[in-house]
């Protein structure tokens, strides 16, 4: 709250003028959401950039944490090959049944390869480098852009918020992630060239809606790595508000060794420096997304 000074006697008057944040918004109160009296059927929201090292993983991680730390159920697909998603919340992705048994019909109940992780509320369905091989079993398959959307019709009543954590291309795996889903969440680092394929994106989440999914919308940015220090991050964020108005989240991510040290850790920045900015960054996000109306 703001003070002026007016009136003879110098009285001190609040005003209601919000500080800005760093999207240029005034710095607004984002009220925790309120607990749920029943839970699913989930909505589906997919985490995609088609270029790597802009936080998509990290992000995916720390909002389910977020989320579930809030009552909501969630459940964290991890759709990347590398297995980041997995090892950075500490569920074993080898010798184990994988999103790769579920996409190739080996294992038909998605409940038969769904972990529990260390936060409770949050569970994953893991993957691991042979996922790396769908793309070409599938190219011949009947509908194969459908075959996720298939495998998390099955499990969506489980669970309040199911977030795939997309691998960094555009090819058939983010497609079929795309098709299953009902919103699309897109980290930015707040770097030059990770804006420069937002555009390509944007047109690929286009031809799926008039294709494939036509549920299917941009939920919203993320912008991520930020560093309020640099001339760049501060010219980066103000071009995305600037061309994608209020698709932009207030919620900004700061950059901070924190998180690749939680990930290290197999543990969520909430779980491993909870005091840390990052952690009420998250949280704060996840609140955002409620209010939103994102998720329940």
Known sequence: ??????GTKGARVATNAAKPGPT?????????????????????????????GVGKTTSTINLAAALARYGRRVLAVDFDPQGALSAGLGVPAHDVPTIYDLMLGKVKDPREVVQQTETPRLDVVPANIDLSAAEVHLVTEVAREQILAGVLRKIAPDYDVILVDCQPSLGLLTVNALTASHGVLIPLACEYFALRGVALLIETIDKVRDRLNPMLELDGIVATMYDPRTLHAREVLERVVDTFGDKVFDTVIGRTVKLPDAQIAA????????????AEAYLRLSRELVERKLCA
């Open 267 to 278: 543990k969520s920045v909430l779980d491993y420096a909870p005091s840390n900015a990052a």
């Open 1 to 6: 709250m703001g003070w002026s000074v007016s």
């Open 24 to 52: 240029g918004r005034p710095d607004r109160f984002i009220p925790v959401p309120p607990k749920l009296d029943r839970h699913g059927p989930a909505r589906i929201i997919a985490m995609c950039n088609q270029k790597g």
